[in-house]
């Protein structure tokens, strides 16, 4: 039921963090993968090809849509095959919201909302043509809460968890699943400032039931069952995968 054996997957940011600890939990499950970085992804490619499975690299900068059609056409050369997506490439910006620039609101919006639409536009029309498959995007704990000086971060989460449920919606009929997962605090690079902080990491730490970060593995096994048959009735879900964050 959790077999992804013979299934392709692409994962965008593959080449670190929650992207190659999904890229790897997909590849353990038996998929072939297409990671899609704009730095070296070597490292993540190397760990999927050492379980077996095949492993090609789409050079791509999500901070625009323009690659959106040429990733899914060069994942379906590589793999033979498209039936999972994984919308995981997202950035931060920090500042106070009396101060928050259009720069960064933008930044973040396109590359964490607006890529990950028309990257599932592109792949939902592959996939809608050939009998479905499962998009999985990737969440956060600010598609349920506010934050604090992440204005634009919060936004692009929020409107996540709200496509994620608008395109289940629309696509469910097709074979489709589109579903969230939403990490807590996961050590990574974008929590690295945090993580630095004495103070902040100690209170992070307090308010997490499990006692510990997480961990990019810790991902993994929400990713593989979004993208199994196990989940083939779950439909617009936001999993959140958090040591019990949202709990408390
Ligand atoms: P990370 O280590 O910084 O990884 C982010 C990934 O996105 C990297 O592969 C990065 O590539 C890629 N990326 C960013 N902008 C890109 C662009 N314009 N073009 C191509 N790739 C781009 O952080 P992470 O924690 O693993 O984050 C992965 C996802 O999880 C993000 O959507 C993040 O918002 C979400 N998330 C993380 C946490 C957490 O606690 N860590 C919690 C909730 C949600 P480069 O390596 O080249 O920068």
Redesign the pocket.
């Known amino acids: 039921m959790f077999d992804l054996t013979g299934k392709g997957a692409i994962v965008?940011?593959?080449?670190?963090?929650?992207?190659q600890g999904i890229a790897v939990g997909l590849a353990k499950a038996g998929a072939d993968v297409a990671l899609?970085?704009?730095?070296d992804a070597s490292e993540t490619a190397r760990m999927v090809t050492d379980l077996g499975r095949r492993c090609t690299v789409i050079e791509?900068?999500?901070?625009t849509i323009e690659p959106c059609e040429r990733i899914v056409s060069e994942a379906l050369d590589a793999l033979g095959t498209l039936d999972i997506l994984v919308n995981?490439?997202?950035?931060?910006r920090r500042n106070d919201a009396l101060d928050f620039t259009e720069e960064d609101w933008d930044a973040v919006v396109d590359?964490?909302l607006k890529t990950l639409f028309f990257l599932s536009q592109a792949a939902g029309r592959h996939l809608a043509k050939n009998g479905g498959g499962s998009i999985i995007n990737?969440a956060?704990?600010l598609t349920f809460q506010g934050g604090i000086r992440v204005a634009s971060y919060t936004a692009s989460k929020s409107g996540v968890g709200g496509l994620t449920k608008l395109l289940a919606n629309e696509w469910a009929a097709k074979g489709i699943t589109v579903n969230a997962i939403a990490?807590?605090?996961?050590a990574?690079?974008?929590?690295a400032a945090l993580q630095a902080d004495e103070t902040r990491n100690r209170q992070i730490l307090e308010r997490i039931p499990a006692g510990r970060w997480g961990e990019?593995a810790d991902l993994a096994g929400a990713a593989v069952f979004l993208a199994s048959d196990a989940a083939r009735y779950v439909q617009g879900h936001i999993l959140a995968v958090d040591g019990g964050w949202l709990a408390r």
């Open positions: 965008t940011g593959g080449n670190t963090g929650i992207g899609v970085a704009r730095s791509a900068d999500l901070s995981n490439a997202g950035i931060i590359t964490n990737i956060s704990m990490p807590g605090y996961i990574t690079n974008n929590t990019p």
